[in-house]
């Protein structure tokens, strides 16, 4: 298994069954794919779908219907299309549970950036800013270090998206909880040890009383 994979697997013990869920941009999008078959979760996006499917079969795309990064998905029996407005409602309201997220930058107080590298054009925030402070959990799917440069940080250094809003981190190489003593490696991927981690990351790592081996779906 790829990196993404790995990530995609592990965030998809996430969720339980009932759930909510919003999806980021990319790696989180493959989530829903690795589900466990007992766990059954209604996935919002925020362009106005609420029972967002799998990815239409070669042959059957239905180009009216797409999700917030502009790839064509499916709808479920029983899904719901409305406007942004009543859409951004149930973000803003507090009704979704786990919102899962790419990420530039996470630092040790949970701080996130995730929209912007200085000096290049973006096209803007988009609904991150809401889903951050909306949602009941904010996980972050990333690969841990960008050509070998770290993710993670004691302090972030591009702009922020939001404060102190992540709840866990998951990447190739750990899962990571943000926490009042900074971050926690709760469990590592097999054959990664603690010490990879660490130098792997601009930031102090604690462990977890308990660290087990990251289980995947």
């Given at each position: 298994m790829n990196a993404k994979e790995?990530?995609?697997?592990?965030?998809?013990?996430?969720?339980?069954?009932?759930?909510?869920?919003?999806?980021?941009?990319?790696?989180?999008?493959?989530?829903?794919?690795?589900?466990?078959?007992?766990?059954?979760?209604?996935?919002?996006?925020?362009?106005?779908?609420?029972?967002?499917?799998?990815?239409?079969?070669?042959?059957?795309?239905?180009?009216?219907?797409?999700?917030?990064?502009?790839?064509?998905?499916?709808?479920k029996p029983g899904a719901m299309f409305f406007d942004s407005a009543y859409s951004f409602s149930l973000i803003r309201g507090g009704h979704v549970d786990i919102t899962f997220l790419g990420a530039l930058q996470v630092d040790e107080k949970g701080n996130l950036a995730s929209w912007m590298i200085p000096g290049k054009r973006v096209p803007g925030m988009g609904g991150a800013m809401d889903l951050v402070v909306g949602a009941k959990r904010v996980v972050i799917t990333m690969e841990h270090?960008?050509?070998?440069?770290?993710?993670?940080?004691?302090?972030?250094?591009?702009?922020?998206?939001?404060?102190?809003?992540?709840?866990?981190?998951?990447?190739?190489?750990?899962?990571?909880?943000?926490t009042e003593r900074g971050f926690v490696v709760k469990e590592l991927a097999e054959g990664v040890t603690f010490e990879d981690v660490e130098r792997a990351t601009d930031a102090t790592l604690h462990k977890a009383d308990k660290i087990i081996t990251m289980p995947l779906a």
């Open positions: 790995i990530i995609a697997r592990r965030a998809a013990l996430e969720p339980k069954d009932g759930d909510l869920i919003n999806l980021g941009i990319g790696l989180p999008t493959m989530v829903p794919e690795h589900l466990p078959e007992d766990v059954h979760v209604y996935i919002q996006s925020e362009n106005g779908i609420l029972g967002v499917g799998p990815k239409p079969e070669e042959g059957h795309e239905d180009w009216h219907v797409f999700d917030a990064g502009g790839s064509l998905v499916t709808a270090t960008l050509k070998g440069a770290p993710k993670l940080f004691s302090t972030c250094t591009y702009p922020l998206t939001a404060v102190s809003v992540v709840d866990r981190i998951i990447t190739e190489l750990a899962v990571i909880d943000v």
